[in-house]
């Protein structure tokens, strides 16, 4: 932890520099908004001790394990929500294949809520949180929602459709990368 000091100002914060964006070298001050250089003698001196590289990553199946926690978690809330939905247009009358179809998307969208949320939110779903492993950026920094989406979207329906051997990557790849990692930029660390 440091200390930095606005020059316009005089506000001070405790600030971990490690945890700022790489290459960072500007901050811009909470109270009165003026941007100023960070010292760079620091910077380098605290980033040096966390190159995300040489992190210790989570391997295939204690991210399988995550998984299933996840899927299982997921499939309870979808069941859930989506019987309540479904009974709830059943008592309504609504009972028909636009009923059945409406139940699908509002299950299918919650899954994608369900990762998205909790990998952009903090890098974790509940089954990452449980087995302590974490997404971040290759370069160190947190995932972004845009980044999470892409990571669980198309990049997690890609590395599936080839006969899941996008995943299967990760206990063969020395940075303990699937195809989903290499194409959003993430590794999955050990905490």
């Known amino acids: 932890m440091t200390e930095l000091s606005c020059p316009y100002c005089g506000f001070s914060r405790q600030v971990d520099l490690v945890s700022l964006p790489p290459r960072t070298n500007r901050v811009t ?4 908004r ?11 001196s605290e980033r040096q001790t966390t190159d995300p590289q040489m992190l210790p990553k989570a391997g295939f199946w204690i991210r399988v394990t995550a998984a299933i926690l996840d899927a299982i978690l ?5 069941g859930g929500l989506g019987g309540l939905l479904y009974l709830a247009g059943a008592l309504n009358g609504s009972f028909n294949d636009g009923l059945t179809l409406l139940v699908q998307i509002f299950t299918y969208l919650l899954s994608c809520v369900y990762y998205i949320l909790f990998t952009g939110y903090c890098g974790q779903t509940p089954g990452k949180m ?5 997404v971040i950026r290759c370069d160190g920094s947190s995932l972004s929602y845009a980044r999470a989406a892409f990571r669980e979207i198309p990049a997690k329906f890609i590395a599936g459709i080839i006969l899941g051997i996008g995943y299967l ?7 303990k990368q699937g195809l989903h990692d290499r194409m ?5 660390i050990k905490l």
């Open 169 to 175: 990557m990760v206990a063969f790849d020395e940075q």
């Open 184 to 188: 959003a930029d993430t590794y999955v």
């Open 130 to 134: 449980a087995l302590r492993i974490k």
């Open 29 to 32: 001050c909470p109270r009165c």
């Open 74 to 78: 997921v499939g309870f809330l979808q």
């Open 34 to 44: 003026q941007s100023f250089p960070l010292p760079q003698f620091q910077v380098s």
